[in-house]
């Protein structure tokens, strides 16, 4: 399916499943959405969720953004098939992806059971137990906050298999719950949230739950290795929602700058109100330079995936949260309000607010991050980089190889050929060089503390992220023949360096203004 054929299909049911009304309606009611995600069942959307040789990852990325420009809720509540699909695609044997591939095909919902109640992202800590007894394994134990956990008819769960724990005291398994008794396997009461408040957001309690030893995914004791290499690919799908809030939130921001006047003067000619919308706008661009770099990235540079993406699942969540803030500041009382005359503004922005959570926070990124910093430094000094990959990650145009999940590693020996390119692109930006200069010596430098990280580490993180932003933002502007200075070029460099650029801002904000597709994109109307 094509961004195109989607948004065809979505605006068909405008008036009916896919109302902003009944929308709305259902998340006032906590209630699941199911007349929206029909319509994406009976469309056959699932088929894009299996990842294989033939696969598009930025493809995928850009159907779950469409999706999620018109809801959040219904985004995240469709797409957890495919971040709990993800440790099968990674690690499963082909007979596992193939048969998983065709339920997938065919609708099934997965949900993925990682977090426990009193562990929450420690992973290492978990009491999910699966023990061996004859031809299989027998689970025991609870998941919860678990996306999916009561519509799901299969779920992907991490369970410890060797009581002492430990790295390789963790394996995953697929379970189908068809095949297991209902006392075996209970769902939990839906839990109530801030946002996202029609998903089914539950959990799952197995006690005595016997599975084959086909439903192993991986080998016995791979649990957090499947894991980890499975959110190197979820993380970087998930800023598909965070482009998709993006677009949402300048629509709204557009829309009430056009129609509202004040003090006899429509709100678009205010020159601070120019300035609030192109910064906004710009902030969106820096987002989506990062998402298009780091999902293009999953087939050129999947050794690299380690640091990409950690930067992308911190970086693109809290621009767009920065970006959510300022649109506020812009409506005013109308952002809060969730009858007429609001906007939607207030259920867009405490949807958003979860998908700096989920898959990994901010910070457990940065942390992740973190750990590789001092190699990260050393090679930013020697400027090695992937010469094929970046320009494969950045040439929108470039053909990209097949996605090759053996390439998936823990760290990333060969660092960050994005950020390690910056002295060669950035050779006309005298403050990015000087910034990449200090960047190298302070994570050159950094020393991973044993039993808790300072907040200057986590500085020290944001500062890469923005660094590999920074690179984005060129790379795409240099391979994509975009000849002279582009405005949203200028505009990104502005907000990604703290620059006061009115003139840059006012430019993007005439670009909004201007701008009717669905997506505010790099790519303009072909997003």
Request: hydrophobic share 45%; aromatic share 6%.
């Amino acid at each position: 399916m094509k961004v195109a054929e989607l948004e065809a299909l979505l605006s068909a049911h405008e008036h009916d499943a896919w109302s902003p009304e009944l929308l709305a309606a259902h998340d006032d009611h906590d209630r699941f959405p199911a007349e929206a995600v029909a319509v994406l069942d009976e469309a056959g959307f699932g088929r894009n969720y299996v990842l294989d040789r033939d696969s598009s990852f930025p493809e995928m990325t850009a159907l779950i953004r469409a999706v999620a420009r018109r809801d959040l809720t219904v985004a995240i509540a469709h797409g957890k098939t495919f971040l709990g699909s993800a440790p099968v695609w990674v690690a499963g044997t082909p007979a596992q992806v193939s048969a998983h591939a065709d339920r997938v095909r065919g609708g099934e919902i997965v949900c993925w059971g990682l977090t426990e109640r009193d562990h929450g992202a420690d992973l290492l800590a978990g009491e999910f137990t699966a023990s061996p007894v004859d031809g299989g394994w027998r689970l025991d134990g609870e998941k919860w906050l678990i996306n999916n956990a009561t519509r799901g008819g299969t779920a992907c769960v991490l369970a410890r298999t060797d009581p002492r724990g430990g790295a390789r005291g963790f394996s995953v398994f697929l379970v189908d719950r068809s095949r297991v008794p209902d006392e075996a396997w209970q769902p939990l009461p839906k839990v109530l949230t801030h946002g996202i408040r029609g998903a089914d957001i539950s959990g799952f309690t197995a006690r005595g739950a016997v599975v084959g030893d086909d439903a192993r995914v991986g080998d016995v004791g791979d649990g957090i290795t499947v894991v980890l290499k499975a959110l190197q690919l979820t993380r970087i799908a998930c800023s598909g929602l965070s482009l998709g809030a993006a677009d949402h939130a300048l629509r709204i921001a557009r829309d009430f700058a056009v129609d509202r006047r004040l003090y006899g003067r429509v709100l678009a000619d205010v020159p601070h109100v120019r300035q609030i919308l192109g910064r906004v706008a710009a902030t969106a661009l820096t987002a989506e330079a990062v998402a298009l770099v780091a999902t293009r990235s999953v087939h050129a540079l999947p050794g690299e995936l380690s640091v990409v993406s950690a930067i992308a699942k911190a970086f693109v969540p809290t621009q767009v949260q920065r970006l959510l803030g300022s649109v506020a500041e812009l409506l005013g009382v109308r952002g809060f309000l969730t009858s007429a005359p609001g906007t939607g503004f207030a259920k867009l922005e405490r949807d958003h607010r979860i998908c700096g959570i989920f898959d990994g926070s901010t910070a457990v990124n940065r942390a992740a991050l973190l750990t590789q910093m001092p190699r990260l430094g050393r090679l930013l000094r020697s400027e090695r980089v992937d010469a094929e990959g970046v320009r494969a990650a950045a040439h929108l145009d470039a053909g990209l190889p097949a996605f090759d999940r053996n390439r998936l590693a823990l760290t990333s020996p060969t660092g960050c050929s994005l950020v390690q390119s910056l002295p060669r692109v950035a050779s006309q930006v005298p403050d990015v060089l000087s910034e990449v200069e200090d960047l190298a010596e302070a994570a050159a430098g950094f020393v991973p503390a044993i039993g808790g990280l300072p907040g200057t580490a986590f500085d020290l993180a944001a500062r890469y992220e923005r660094a590999y932003a920074i690179a984005c933002c060129l790379l795409l502007w240099s391979e994509n023949d975009q000849a002279g200075e582009q405005p949203w070029l200028r505009a990104c460099l502005a907000v990604l360096l703290d620059r006061d650029d009115e003139e840059a801002f006012d430019a993007m904000a005439a670009v909004l203004l201007d701008r009717k597709a669905p997506a505010f994109s790099i790519l303009g109307e072909a997003a």
